[in-house]
């Protein structure tokens, strides 16, 4: 099974996080809760407060199969931090799959790594993502190159889950 990266901090979008994870989880994929400090975060909603497993200075994208990037603002806060923006950019250079929902894909707007990139992701950055290169298409869920999964918003779960799961099924190893 794969070993999955969840970067994420407070202000994370609940749902967007706790939907994915359960279904990842069920499937027998390993999370690792991976943010800037080693603390309790808490969702946008105040309905989910998750443990962070490991700080950015503790992980190497090469210990992880997957990156997986829920929305809400914390997308837009882990940005600021060039270790996170690194961590993310080496994942999707060594063409690792990447999952990146709502507010998500601001980490790879900012990682510079969409340009030619088929792309979704929220309503009020989808302008950014155009100006980064990606070619943005308002649909439900967007699969990239077989391995880049983006969606919209909550109401984009289901699907967004589908097609990650594909992905994984396909065994995802580690390079290590």
Known sequence: MSKI???????FED????????AYEDAGHELTIISTERKEI??????????VDQTIDQVDPDDFDVLFIPGGFSPDILRADDRVVEFAKKMVYQEKPVFA??????ILITADVLKGRN?????????DLKLAGANVFDEPVVVCGGNLVTSRQPDDLPVFIEESKKLLKQ?????V
Do not use: N, W
């Open 15 to 22: 749902v967007e996080y706790t939907d994915p994870a359960k």
């Open 171 to 175: 065994g995802v190893t580690t390079s």
């Open 119 to 127: 792309i979704t992701g929220f309503k009020s950055i989808q302008v």
């Open 101 to 106: 929902i709502c507010h998500g894909p601001q």
């Open 42 to 51: 808490q969702g946008k909603q105040g309905e989910v407060s998750v443990q």
């Open 5 to 11: 990266a969840v970067l994420m901090t407070d202000m």
